[in-house]
């Protein structure tokens, strides 16, 4: 690749008291390309713009000082920190017709990889951190919303993950435009835009976002597409005619209940039909509603918020087998892997939520105020398992507040932060946000399919 911006080259830019170095090249596409700088010892990220796209979108210099004012919804945005022109001095350097602009911001941490890697099967993250990463991608995109902003081109490509912990961060927010205003040249991605902007009925906002949202959550949690089935199979050829046909003009969800023409192939399309099976059907009814009365009137479609509420409580119902580990989230009689007969297992009652006692489930505000938007970055107690014996179970205190821990025999014992308590034992836990109660398997009875 031909770097625009010299390699190892110290650049001036305007606004700027001291010389940025242009430390490698990172990656291009049909926008520009991104390098690692270092400006003043600090090591982030700079997108330089091709020509080509600075004449496409006159409006992008607009927006980008527009987002940076603005500042990020949540830091799981790459957002736009400062934009950068080149001094009078420094413009020679530059391998362009014409010097042009880019902007900074903060350099991608290694450990997150692109989500097309999960999709491709490259990627080791768990079911459970898989459904983390949804729900933090919707949290993100509520937060662009409410701010009275739109994306305009939610997509695979855009997303990075981490498969530890189901983090994400989405680059690419030069596209981000207040709602209502078309200011912006992009569209879309093929396969992620809504019908209506694939055939040009509508311009790119806030609806359309929730549909391309509801294409990435679902092959988030299924690695498959939501409209790629049979349909697709019988197309010879996927032409741009096949693809309006296909995403546009009669588009049909894989697993539409009333619409049978497009069910997933059992040979070609297998992770879908092994994985949708999976999820409670409070989640999969999203779905339903986005890729079925939604897809014609996207005032249908799922929100934001809804989808982080169905996200969380999914994770409120994950176990695993006991047989082979796999996770499951209480909407099947047998394990999806190995086939073992599953059990209900003890749970963890809050005042507005309930949450199965298995290891790495956690308790959060919102279990105790139904108030409380969901979010998982806050965290009151963990299930964790004892260091020399797996099989038993304690929840960790993660609050800066004592508990006090009531047994099944009456006995009483403080938990102070940081510390543990067997749950073997409890019946009753007393905290400062209220009491949770140990419901052991006997009346933990799980309710397939909710």
């Known amino acids: 690749m031909t770097w625009i911006l010299p390699q190892g080259a110290w650049l001036q830019f305007e606004g700027l008291s001291s010389p940025v170095q242009v430390v490698r090249g990172l990656g291009g596409g049909t926008q520009g390309q991104v390098f690692e700088v270092d400006v003043?010892?600090?090591r982030l990220a700079l997108k330089w713009y091709l020509p080509r796209c600075?004449?496409?979108?006159?409006?992008?210099?607009?927006?980008?000082?527009?987002?940076?004012?603005?500042?990020?919804p949540?830091?799981?945005?790459?957002?736009?920190?400062?934009?950068?022109?080149?001094?009078?001095?420094?413009?020679?350097?530059?391998?362009?017709?014409?010097?042009?602009?880019?902007?900074?911001?903060?350099?991608?941490?290694?450990?997150?990889?692109?989500?097309?890697?999960?999709?491709?099967?490259?990627l080791a993250i768990s079911l459970g951190q898989a459904v983390h990463a949804g729900f933090f991608l919707a949290e993100a995109f509520h937060g662009l919303h409410s701010k009275g902003?739109?994306?305009?081109?939610?997509?695979?490509?855009?997303?990075?993950?981490?498969?530890?912990?189901?983090?994400?961060?989405?680059?690419?927010?030069?596209?981000?435009?207040?709602?209502?205003?078309?200011l912006g040249s992009v569209l879309g991605t093929s396969g992620f835009m809504a019908p209506e902007i694939l055939m040009r009925r509508d311009r790119p906002g806030a609806n359309s976002d929730l549909f391309s949202l509801?294409?990435?959550?679902?092959?988030?949690?299924?690695?498959?597409?939501?409209?790629?089935?049979?349909?697709?199979?019988?197309?010879?050829?996927?032409?741009?005619?096949?693809?309006?046909?296909?995403y546009g003009e009669d588009p049909v969800f894989i697993f539409d209940p009333q619409d049978q023409r497009n069910r997933p192939d059992p040979t070609e399309h297998a992770a879908a039909l092994l994985t949708?099976?999976?999820?409670?059907?409070?989640l999969q009814a999203l779905f339903l509603q986005t890729?079925?009365?939604?897809?014609?009137?996207?005032?249908?479609?799922?929100?934001?918020?809804?989808?982080?509420?169905?996200?969380?409580?999914?994770?409120?119902?994950?176990?695993?087998?006991?047989?082979?580990?796999?996770?499951?989230?209480?909407?099947?009689?047998?394990?999806w892997h190995c086939q073992q007969a599953l059990s209900a297992g003890a749970a963890l009652r809050a005042p507005h939520g309930r949450v199965m006692a298995c290891i790495d489930n956690e308790l959060h505000p919102h279990h105790f105020n139904r108030l409380e938007a969901p979010r998982l970055d806050q965290p009151l107690a963990r299930v964790v398992a004892h260091p020399s014996d797996p099989s038993l179970l304690g929840l960790h205190n993660l609050s800066d507040q004592p508990w006090r821990a009531t047994?099944?025999?009456?006995?009483?014992?403080?938990?102070?932060?940081?510390?543990?308590?067997?749950?073997?034992?409890?019946?009753?836990?007393?905290?400062?946000?209220?009491a949770v109660r140990l419901e052991h398997a006997s009346s933990a009875q799980p309710s397939p399919g909710s």
Not at 91 to 112: A, C, D, K, N, W
Not at 309 to 314: D, G, K, P
């Open 40 to 42: 003043a010892g600090e």
């Open 54 to 72: 600075l004449a496409q979108d006159p409006h992008l210099e607009r927006r980008l000082l527009e987002s940076i004012r603005a500042t990020a």
């Open 74 to 122: 949540s830091r799981s945005f790459l957002w736009p920190i400062a934009l950068l022109r080149p001094t009078a001095a420094s413009q020679p350097l530059i391998r362009s017709r014409t010097p042009g602009f880019g902007y900074l911001m903060e350099l991608r941490p290694p450990q997150f990889v692109g989500a097309v890697e999960h999709l491709s099967g490259r």
């Open 149 to 182: 902003l739109c994306y305009k081109d939610i997509s695979l490509g855009n997303l990075f993950l981490e498969a530890a912990t189901g983090r994400i961060l989405i680059c690419d927010n030069d596209n981000v435009d207040v709602d209502g205003r078309d």
């Open 214 to 246: 509801a294409v990435l959550l679902f092959m988030l949690l299924t690695r498959h597409h939501p409209l790629r089935g049979q349909m697709e199979l019988a197309i010879r050829c996927l032409d741009e005619p096949a693809r309006l046909r296909l």
């Open 276 to 282: 949708w099976p999976i999820y409670p059907a409070a």
């Open 291 to 335: 890729f079925g009365p939604g897809m014609g009137a996207p005032s249908q479609r799922a929100l934001t918020g809804q989808w982080m509420e169905a996200l969380a409580a999914v994770l409120d119902q994950r176990q695993t087998c006991p047989a082979c580990g796999s996770e499951h989230f209480g909407a099947q009689a047998s394990c």
């Open 407 to 434: 047994t099944a025999g009456g006995q009483q014992h403080a938990v102070q932060p940081g510390k543990t308590c067997n749950l073997a034992a409890l019946h009753q836990l007393d905290t400062p946000w209220g």
